[in-house]
């Protein structure tokens, strides 16, 4: 009998995967709070919520009952011509939690969707008030938003997309406004925003996930967007992974004393259930799409949009993630993160600890030659499932984005393995192999 392993590697085709080497996948038939449970038994302690998605737990009862109890209601009706009071009541919530300027709130189905309506809304703004010279987006080197076209545009020219290069629409890169680099994005900034042609700027708020968990402060967040917003330029905060508590507010944006026009949200949104992306905006840019030419409307839509059974798992998960429990949990992890990146700051092998809310990332040094591809990555990787932890390092930066119902001894044994880590640099020789290119 084949195991489902076995099966599944006749069959499927994995994300972000080199399928003729990568080990067989881990099969999981069960969830419970942090923790994953293998067919065989073993426990795996999910310390990056299932690529960022899972806020309260893995088969969280609050969230299975109010989907269950939608499921049984209504499953699912076109979204056009037709609304449903899942749909009214999560937007109406949003609305309330957002800063202050949001005004309307448009569904899709991931983050990729949520990030291609933000730049189509940006686009067709300004095509709606007669300036379509405005089509050029501003962006952070090294940022991600997202797999398809319009979102790779916006992203990281990285070995990820280097087969659509071609095809993708130019834009222009901002560094990243790190700690002590802040005066040289904004002059780039500065530069940019003499030209005609700037439409928008995208970023993802205070943590570039994708790129290593790479942070920068709110402070310079708002004076690029204060510059922004004098040039006429529409500002776009993809939340899709900071989102619903993951920086310690409710929303990066919060900390911010410019607020963005635009916004968009996945990953968290339904608590780690189901797949559903949206975008809101202020008001100016919703009204600049009313008419009584139909044109001008905003011609973008999914079969599966606003899906009533997730808008139930997004607002049962708020609920939870409303409630003062929640509050404490990420609190009690953002504490015990401090207190573990003093230990392991400065310390040989470790080049730098970043930490915000509830992300922590340390970035080892292994010394000379050592890039995402390395086999440092893999090393860590295995050494981590080894401890029954589950971790995806981005190259030699390692990173918890754990549940917000982890445990102090929970936590513990994640940090343990981060020391591991550190003593496994002390000791890595980096391999003449040439690199390879693995899962990401
Ligand atoms: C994951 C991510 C996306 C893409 O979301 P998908 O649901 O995977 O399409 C977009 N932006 C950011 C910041 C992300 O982290």
Redesign the pocket.
């Known amino acids: 009998m084949p195991t489902l392993s076995e099966r599944d590697h006749a069959v499927l085709w994995h994300p972000y995967t080199q399928m003729q080497t990568a080990p067989l996948p881990i099969p999981i038939i069960r969830g419970e709070g942090s923790w994953l449970v293998a067919e065989d038994g073993t426990r795996y302690l999910d310390a990056i919520s299932s ?3 899972n806020l309260h737990g893995h088969g969280h009862p609050h969230i299975a009952e109010r989907v269950s109890e939608q499921l049984r209601t209504l499953e699912h009706v076109l979204f056009a011509g037709f609304t449903h009071p899942a749909a009214v009541e999560l937007a109406e919530q949003l609305l309330t939690l957002l800063p202050a300027n949001q005004a309307r709130v448009f569904y899709s ?7 291609e309506v933000a730049l189509k809304m940006v686009l067709q703004y300004f095509h709606n008030q007669g300036q379509p010279e405005r089509r050029t987006f501003i962006c952070f080197q090294n ?6 076209f319009g ?1 790779m545009a916006v ?1 990281a020219r990285g070995a990820f997309t280097e087969p659509f290069w071609p095809l993708l629409f130019d834009v222009e890169f901002l560094d990243v406004p790190v700690p002590g680099h802040e005066a040289e994005t904004l002059a780039q900034l500065d530069t940019l925003l003499l030209r005609p042609d700037v439409a928008g700027f995208i970023f ?1 708020p205070l943590v ?3 790129a290593g968990m790479v942070m920068y402060e709110p402070e310079v967040l708002s004076e690029l967007l204060r510059r922004c917003h004098q040039a006429g330029v529409l500002c776009i905060s ?5 989102g619903f508590g993951r920086t310690g507010p409710l929303f990066a944006s919060e900390l911010l004393t410019e607020q963005p026009d635009i916004m ?1 949200f ?2 968290g949104l339904t608590g780690g259930t189901l ?1 559903m ?1 949206l975008t809101t905006c202020a008001a100016p840019i919703y009204e600049a799409f009313l008419s009584h030419d139909k044109m001008r409307a905003l011609f973008h839509g999914h079969s599966y949009t606003a899906n009533p059974v997730a808008c139930a798992a997004a607002l049962a998960s708020l609920e939870l993630t409303r409630a003062d429990e929640c509050t404490q949990q990420r609190r009690r992890i953002e504490a015990a993160h401090t207190v573990f990146r003093q230990e392991l700051a400065g310390k040989p092998g470790v080049r730098a600890v970043r930490h915000r809310g509830t992300i922590l990332a340390v970035e080892y040094d292994p010394g000379e030659g050592t890039s995402y591809f390395s086999r440092l990555r893999d090393a860590f990787y295995q050494l981590a499932l080894d401890h029954h932890v589950v971790l995806r390092p981005l190259g030699n930066v390692v990173y918890l984005l754990p549940p917000y119902c982890t445990t102090n001894e929970e936590l513990d044994l994640l940090y343990a393995v981060l020391r591991r880590m550190r003593e496994l640099v002390l000791d890595f020789t980096p391999a003449p192999n040439l690199p390879e290119i693995l899962h990401d």
């Open positions: 690529w960022w998605v189905d991931n983050g990729s969707t949520a990030v940022s991600y938003h997202g797999d398809t979102a992203s993802e570039l996930g994708t993809d939340e899709v992974m900071t968009c996945s990953k797949a992306g």
